[in-house]
């Protein structure tokens, strides 16, 4: 049974550059969950799919942050023109729900990507 | 506003005793609660949730969290605690309502030490 899985683990960058991360959740989980943990505080949404369709999106999730499931199986996250307060743990996590807000699905997390801007 | 609160930033505890980690919540409607651990440079873990049914939940690695309504509180406990045990964890709920349908909202964690 493979987990979620994320590449890199680790990236450090500097200000202003463009950075990429992704995400390769539980084969046949049809939602995808990304979070952002920064340290002393628990994750925080930011965005989520059902199949390839992004269905919600933080206010957090500013216009430098987009997400994309092409297909409805893995998930990347590019931020552009980074800034040192985008450096924060990026955790992808992934479900399989009947769909609905009475949905009980629970949601498997991945090891994370650590992101550095200097 | 959907929010979840736990109260300790760190809570010590000796090997063998029982352990409290506490968590508080408000919601609009039924909750849907979850109990999650990280460990160090780990992503994080599912431990239980409680959905409808029993108060008393039971969880992994002999963890069980008892639902109380009257209180909006979750806390996750374990008649027995091991070194193994320390981490943080968190508690979250999940939103049911209006145009939101399932991401967590995450209280801040607490530490949990257990020494031999």
């Known amino acids: 049974d493979t987990g979620v899985s994320q590449d890199p683990r680790h990236k450090i960058t500097k200000r202003g550059q463009n950075v990429t991360f992704r995400c390769d959740p539980i084969s046949e989980h049809n939602r995808l969950y990304w979070y952002r943990q920064t340290l002393g505080q628990g994750p925080e949404f930011l965005t989520y799919f059902q199949n390839e369709a992004q269905l919600e999106k933080s206010r957090l999730l500013s216009d430098r942050f987009s997400a994309e499931r092409p297909k409805g199986s893995f998930s990347t996250l590019e931020i552009q023109r980074t800034e040192q307060g985008d450096s924060a743990m990026y955790l992808c996590?992934?479900?399989?729900?009947?769909?609905?807000?009475?949905?009980?699905?629970?949601?498997?997390f991945g090891p994370g990507t650590r992101l550095t801007v200097l | 506003a959907q929010s979840v609160a736990q109260p300790e930033d760190q809570v010590n505890v000796a090997e063998g005793n029982p352990l409290t980690v506490k968590c508080t919540y408000s919601v609009s409607g039924n909750p849907y609660l979850f109990w999650y651990v990280q460990y160090p440079n780990r992503g994080l873990q599912f431990l239980l949730k409680y959905i409808t049914g029993d108060n008393l939940v039971k969880g992994s690695y002999g963890f069980e969290a008892e639902f109380n309504k009257s209180q909006t509180s979750f806390h996750l406990k374990k008649p027995s605690a091991l070194v193994s045990d320390s981490a943080l964890y968190f508690c979250?709920?999940?939103?049911?309502?209006?145009?939101?349908?399932?991401?967590?909202?995450f209280g801040k964690g607490t530490k949990l030490s257990v020494k031999p």
């Open positions: 979250a709920v999940r939103t049911n309502y209006g145009g939101s349908q399932g991401n967590l909202i």
């Open positions: 996590a992934s479900s399989r729900t009947s769909g609905g807000a009475r949905s009980t699905d629970t949601q498997y």
